[in-house]
């Protein structure tokens, strides 16, 4: 067993980015605008190091993710790895370059959750928002391939406002798929999805139509689907507990080793980050200077810690902050007492009204625009 430490709290869980590639091209992506080089990616040994480490610190869970993790060729073999640790193991996935074959060998090698993605219940919905033809009547049947390989599927139903109001026929997909869960996923605009902002962000109504459709859902499904709905920041009053606080449950391993205390803290530039190739992980969780930045409430503003939630939100998203307040360290915006958060909402719906149809498709190397 790890032991605890007083002063900081250990992961519950890694976010293991085993690769950046991935053949879809999704216009609200979360990873970074400078994706990691497919060349310097962690070896299948050093992953397999990685896992170690993060079991010795006391993560129970990892999710294997990326870009597409089902792109590396020894994705079996790290869940495998990871399993034998007994860690709890997730796959995050498109799900496109799934088969039943590498379905079987995942499963066969201790995999317990997939959890896919869906852009639409309209395949010229999923072929816009995620830049890659035919992807819905693949994923249809790798949901079938999971099921059939006895594993629990999660459907993560991502919404823009081209897909809003078709939640209700997300949500029926998703059970006719026979998945157990089912998240109503507002884009988060981090990466390629805060560069597409003005092309993906839904309004105030569609959000306000959306509510009820899904209430609606959770009440008739319930017992068979678990629906989770959480209402977007750029709607909100009150910021979520991004990460479960910074620091305090979560961490973040790249491609090429970069261990983050979220899948965006790169965009803050000032952040010190440090690699598994330079320093054990268990001294950068608890003396990184990125960990150490925004971890408890002594980087907060006044109006944070004094607040009664500070330990309910943690102060919000830094991420957000800087990229809506220009200051990592600031209130975050989704707080209504944020002096930005009434800019933040005009934003949001001034972009819903105008329309913007030009998406920059994520891809390695210069950005391209297109319009759809
Ligand atoms: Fe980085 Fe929220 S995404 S703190």
């Known amino acids: 067993m790890p032991e605890a430490t007083a002063a900081v709290d250990l992961p519950v869980a890694m976010l293991a980015e085993l690769t950046h590639r991935c053949?879809?091209?999704?216009?609200?992506?979360?990873?970074?605008?400078?994706?990691?080089?497919?060349?310097?990616?962690?070896?299948?040994?050093?992953?397999?190091?990685?896992?170690?480490?993060?079991?010795?610190?006391?993560?129970?869970?990892?999710?294997?993710?990326?870009?597409?993790?089902?792109?590396?060729?020894?994705?079996?073999?790290l869940v495998a790895h990871a399993a034998g640790l007994g860690l709890y193991t997730n796959l995050i996935t498109s799900g496109v370059l799934l088969d039943a074959g590498k379905v079987r060998a995942l499963a066969a090698a201790g995999l317990e959750h997939v959890q896919l993605a869906f852009q639409d219940s309209d395949a010229a919905g999923v072929d816009v928002v995620g830049g890659w033809s035919g992807a819905l009547a693949k994923k249809r049947a790798v949901a079938g391939l999971v099921k059939e390989a006895g594993l629990a599927l999660t459907a993560n139903l991502v919404i823009t406002r081209h897909n809003a109001a078709r939640v209700g026929a997300m949500l029926d997909m998703a059970l006719d798929l026979g998945c157990e869960r089912a998240e109503v996923a507002n884009v988060q605009y981090y990466g390629w999805g805060l560069l597409n902002r003005a092309a993906l962000m839904p309004s105030k109504a569609q959000l306000a139509a959306m509510t009820p459709v899904v209430r609606e859902r959770q009440e008739r499904y319930r017992g068979r689907m678990v629906i989770d709905y959480v209402i977007p920041d750029y709607h909100a009053r009150r910021?979520?507990?991004?990460?479960?606080?910074?620091?305090?449950?979560?961490?973040?391993?790249?491609?090429?080793?970069?261990v983050l205390p979220c899948h965006a803290a790169e965009t803050i530039p000032h952040l010190p980050v440090e690699t598994v190739r330079q320093r054990p992980l268990r001294d950068i969780w608890l003396h990184g200077a990125a960990f150490e930045a925004y971890r408890g409430e002594a980087w907060m503003p006044a109006g944070c810690r004094s607040c009664d939630r500070k330990e309910i939100d943690w102060g919000g998203c830094r991420c957000q902050a800087l990229a809506l307040a220009g200051d990592a360290a600031a209130m975050d915006p989704a707080c209504e007492l944020s002096p930005h958060h009434a800019a933040m909402a005009e934003t949001a719906e001034q972009e819903a009204q105008a329309g913007g149809t030009r998406f920059v498709y994520r891809a390695f190397g210069p950005h391209k625009h297109s319009t759809f």
């Open 23 to 77: 053949p879809m091209r999704c216009a609200y992506c979360s990873n970074p605008l400078a994706l990691d080089d497919p060349q310097a990616e962690l070896t299948t040994a050093e992953w397999k190091d990685v896992l170690e480490q993060a079991a010795a610190l006391g993560v129970m869970q990892v999710h294997f993710s990326g870009g597409e993790p089902t792109a590396r060729q020894d994705l079996a073999e």
């Open 239 to 258: 910021p979520k507990a991004c990460m479960g606080g910074w620091a305090r449950r979560f961490l973040n391993v790249t491609p090429t080793g970069k």
